[in-house]
């Protein structure tokens, strides 16, 4: 906007005095420089008007989110970003502990296997405790009901298999619940704004487009934001169900893998 003002100012200028230097020669040119005066008006009003369009096109997504966010009405639209922001949070602290908990479960057999051999079960017992994650804490159950017989140390190893099976599902169901619940609030949003849109048809009397365009806008803007919200946290648990199939599935196997050791350890003895 500066620079156009500068152009204008310019222009008026230059115009002012070619005006005052042709007054006094002739006066037949004064209509042809009143006529070319208008031109650099026009010629500055097309380019604000470029100006505004390249600040409408430029504005950045995260200020036309926002706009649009608070368009959709703070009710839903807050309950909405409530699911998302609890649904994320979740989301997180479940993957941070997935990983901590994934554990080389090959290295750990063997380790506990040299440790049997070398030392006992006590050293055995020992690798199991320095080493995180549920397949180590299985091991260590079952090495500590070694004494008590083979079937007893596979029965604590599937007890406890179960157990921490629980733990990596935990609060896994509240994503699920924020996913179904995201839409719902958006489809809620946008009944309540089609019945705000007719309520005002029928105030008014008549079918008017700018009566009814602010509820219809509100509704299709609820509905957008819902099922953003849910696709991005389906995402999410889709990963985290299949990190705890995977840590499972090892576990599984690597308990086998136990149950096998200690019945050669026992006939060895």
């Given at each position: 906007m500066k620079r156009l003002f500068s152009i204008l100012a310019i222009t008026g200028l230059m115009t002012f005095g070619t005006v005052q230097a042709q007054e006094d020669t002739t006066q037949t040119t004064e209509p042809a420089v009143e006529a070319a005066a208008p031109a650099p008006v026009e010629e500055a009003a097309t380019l604000e008007t470029a100006d505004d369009d390249t600040t409408a096109a430029d504005k950045p997504f995260t200020q036309e989110l926002k706009e649009r966010f608070i368009q959709g009405g703070p009710g839903f639209m807050g309950i909405v970003l409530l699911c998302l922001i609890l649904g994320l949070a979740i989301a997180i602290e479940r993957i941070i502990y997935l990983n901590l908990s994934t554990t080389n479960s090959k290295k750990l057999i063997k380790d506990v296997e040299?440790?049997?051999?070398?030392?006992?079960?006590?050293?055995?017992?020992?690798?199991?405790?320095?080493?995180?994650?549920?397949?180590?804490?299985?091991?260590?159950?079952?090495l500590d009901r070694i004494d008590h017989g083979v079937e007893s140390a596979e029965k604590a190893v599937v007890s406890y298999g179960g157990v921490q099976m629980g733990q990596l599902e935990k609060n896994v169901s509240w994503i699920s619940l924020f996913i179904a619940l995201a839409p719902m609030l958006g489809f809620m949003g946008t009944v309540i704004g089609m019945i705000q849109a007719f309520d005002k048809i029928e105030?008014?009397?008549?079918?008017?487009?700018?009566?009814?365009?602010?509820?219809?806008?509100?509704?299709?803007?609820?509905?957008?934001?819902g099922l953003i919200v849910a696709m991005i946290l389906q995402v999410f648990y889709n990963y985290i169900i299949a990190k705890i199939d995977s840590i499972v599935n090892d576990m599984e196997d690597a308990s086998i893998s136990l149950v096998d050791i200690l019945v050669d350890y026992k006939n060895k003895r």
């Open positions: 040299d440790a049997l051999q070398s030392g006992g079960v006590n050293a055995a017992k020992e690798v199991c405790r320095n080493t995180a994650g549920p397949v180590a804490s299985i091991f260590y159950q079952g105030a008014a009397g008549n079918m008017d487009a700018s009566l009814v365009a602010g509820g219809i806008k509100v509704a299709l803007l609820t509905t957008v934001f």
